[in-house]
């Protein structure tokens, strides 16, 4: 236990027992979701292997204070770090005696860094057109219009097909214009898991002179496994003559520990533009591959051990587990009434949506995590309802079975429920406010209102309030806590158009990060 107010500080006054501090966080950690056990479909991929973890922070410790600024300095950083590249150029159609035999490729700290860095370049490439702009499609990732936003580049949506969840490469052509720097695809897409038609996209974009990268972030890793195993995967990779980059995280499928993804480019000369390099000054010369200027070696040695522990054959039967899992997921899906896949799995993504409009999927999320089971909700989206998505891992494949049983039993539990039914005001709300008219009071008292207990206005000020109300389970933590269930929240999201979800989630999540004194 803490007594003194002083030692609840990440800074107290007097430095604490080694063990005490790892006590304190081993605490905290116990209100996350389970990292591992089959039962948590976002945010982590866990592949079950015996001794993986403590393997790959053997290596993360190892390499934890070596410095990735300086490749000259730490070899061994570089040395891991192009091993790492290889191994991915090689999987993705690219090496020696490939179409691509001269790909080159830079490690960075996720999937959003990797595409960050494939607009800089594309941008940086052309800098006589003063207003770049990029292709994509409305389902690809959200981190290209991060990319956008930080580079100031235009982004030119074209939308999915309601049926088929992808964009046409014909209008994809048509969005080509003089100023397009840039033309992306999903390999799979996030949300959905669908491959877009990458060999068609790559043609109207080489015939445009605009280069295309494939976002394989998510599923780069195992696309490759997947059709050695008899998957019908169309063509994504190198091996398309006018695909000029691809990005793949190794903290994805590869099952590596968070913070490694990899950038390839089919050649060099591509590659030139995103670097950052400046002299102009009287310290070192600064000379950037990625975003990041010092960089740990940790997440770099444990990719690099985990690759090398699982090696080829590994991933192959993990691949072959999570087919197995996602099979077996989407069966139970199938067996329900009421609810219909949104698209025929093709990749690692189960993800359904409700038939029966009494059927409220948020409502169903919440209860499939009452069982155990967290999922990840999906708002709706121009004329996309909303879904629920599943990442499967192979360490999903041994609770399949138990799945099916409990989303039958929250189906019924959430028709017994009833639909969330938003009191009018915030219906009207939600329909009608602006973004610019938020203010922090009405934002403080929707929270409040929704069961997101986060600190007033008079609050921040410097009094300590008390908790928001709690949530249906009247589980709601300290001050700045999120609720256990979410319907409610998901509901208001969902009714509100795009700009306002944004500007309501920006102020939600400040409701939630604030400083612990």
Request: hydrophobic share 50%; net charge negative.
């Amino acid at each position: 236990m803490i007594d003194d107010e002083a030692d609840r500080r990440a800074l107290p006054g007097n430095g604490l027992p080694a063990e005490r501090v790892l006590a304190e966080v081993s605490a905290l950690r116990g209100a996350d979701r389970p990292t591992h056990g089959g039962r948590l479909f976002a945010y982590v991929y866990d592949p079950a292997v015996p001794g993986l973890d403590e393997l790959a922070a053997a290596a993360y410790a190892g390499s934890a204070h070596v410095n990735g600024l300086d490749p000259t300095a730490f070899p061994s950083l570089l040395a891991m770090e192009n091993a790492l590249v290889g191994a991915a150029a090689r999987l993705l159609g690219g090496g020696p005696g490939s179409a691509a035999p001269d790909v080159v490729g830079s490690v960075t700290s996720g999937g959003t860094e990797s595409l960050i860095l494939a607009v800089k370049a594309a941008r940086d490439a052309h800098p006589e057109i003063a207003a770049p702009r990029i292709v994509v499609p409305a389902s690809a990732h959200a981190a290209f219009a991060k990319a956008a936003h930080y580079l100031r580049v235009a982004v030119d949506t074209v939308p999915v097909s309601a049926s088929t969840l992808r964009p046409a490469a014909a209008d994809v052509a048509a969005a080509i214009g003089p100023e397009t720097v840039l033309v992306a695809c999903s390999a799979p897409s996030y949300a959905h898991g669908v491959i877009d038609p990458v060999a068609e996209i790559a043609d109207a974009a080489a015939a445009a002179g605009v280069r295309c990268h494939v976002d394989a972030c998510f599923g780069g890793w195992t696309l490759p496994y997947l059709r050695r195993l008899g998957a019908d995967v169309p063509p994504f990779d190198f091996a398309v003559a006018g695909v000029t980059s691809i990005s793949v995280d190794l903290h994805k499928y590869a099952y590596a520990p968070k913070g490694v993804s990899v950038l390839l480019h089919r050649d060099p000369a591509l590659r030139a533009p995103q670097y950052f390099a400046y002299a102009d000054w009287p310290g070192y010369t600064m000379v950037n591959p990625v975003i990041a200027s010092t960089r740990s070696g940790g997440p770099i040695a444990a990719a690099y051990a985990t690759l090398r522990h699982l090696g080829d054959d590994g991933y192959l039967r993990l691949a072959a587990a999570t087919r197995d899992a996602v099979a077996g997921l989407a069966d139970a899906v199938r067996a329900v009434d009421g609810l219909r896949l949104m698209a025929e799995p093709e990749s690692t993504v189960v993800c359904f949506t409700a038939t029966d409009p009494g059927l409220d999927l948020f409502v169903l999320v919440d209860e499939l995590a009452a069982r155990g089971w967290h999922t990840q909700p999906q708002l709706s989206y121009a004329d996309l309802p909303p879904s629920v998505h599943l990442t499967v891992t192979a360490a999903v494949a041994p609770r399949v079975t138990e799945f099916g049983p409990d989303l039958a039993d929250a189906v019924a539990a959430t028709r017994a429920a009833g639909p969330v039914a938003l009191p009018a005001e915030l219906l009207a709300l939600a329909t009608t406010l602006t973004p610019d008219a938020l203010t922090p009071e009405l934002v403080a008292g929707l929270a409040a209102g929704l069961g997101l207990t986060g600190p007033t206005p008079a609050d921040a000020a410097g009094s300590a309030g008390a908790a928001g109300p709690a949530g249906p389970d009247d589980d709601a933590g300290p001050v700045g806590a999120p609720p256990g269930r979410m319907a409610v929240v998901n509901t208001l999201l969902d009714a509100a158009p795009p700009a306002l979800r944004e500007r309501l989630l920006v102020e939600f999540v400040g409701l939630l990060q604030r400083p612990t004194w």
